[in-house]
């Protein structure tokens, strides 16, 4: 079974009203889920600055999938987007897809812009709603 990747939108959702994300519940339970260091860059600095170092220390026990750059698929992925009128697409994002599909994941994610990514780019997305 593949393993799920949970992006910084769902887990900041997660941690806002957990009821939001019955879903994620039942992927933790299930020990589906894995996480990379691009994730937690983003989501551990608001937790520090919050205090929520019992949160920082369950996210660290995470699988954590190995972010190596494929910046030939990067700048592929974003002329491909930019011919296709996906603007305003981060890098950031754009690693994420290199990571799910060098390492052939799911991606959980509310972020829209990568359901248009995958019209015309072949990966994985888990719907969140």
């Not at 990514?117 to 888990?126: E, G, K, V």
């Amino acid at each position: 079974m593949k393993k799920i990747l949970v992006d910084s939108s769902v887990w900041i959702s997660y941690f806002k009203d957990k009821n939001a994300h019955k879903k994620l519940d039942e992927l933790i339970r299930n020990n589906q889920i894995c996480i990379n260091n691009l994730i937690l860059s983003e989501l551990i600095p608001f937790l520090k600055m919050k205090n929520k170092n019992d949160i920082i220390e369950i996210l660290l026990e995470i699988p954590n999938i190995t972010v190596a750059i494929n910046w030939e698929l990067i700048i592929n992925l974003q002329i491909h987007n930019l011919k296709n009128g996906i603007n305003k697409v981060g890098i950031p994002d754009l690693i994420l897809v290199d990571n799910i599909v060098t390492n052939n994941l799911i991606l959980f994610t509310e972020d829209k812009h990568f359901w248009l990514i995958q019209r015309h780019f072949n990966f994985d997305i888990l719907a969140w709603n």
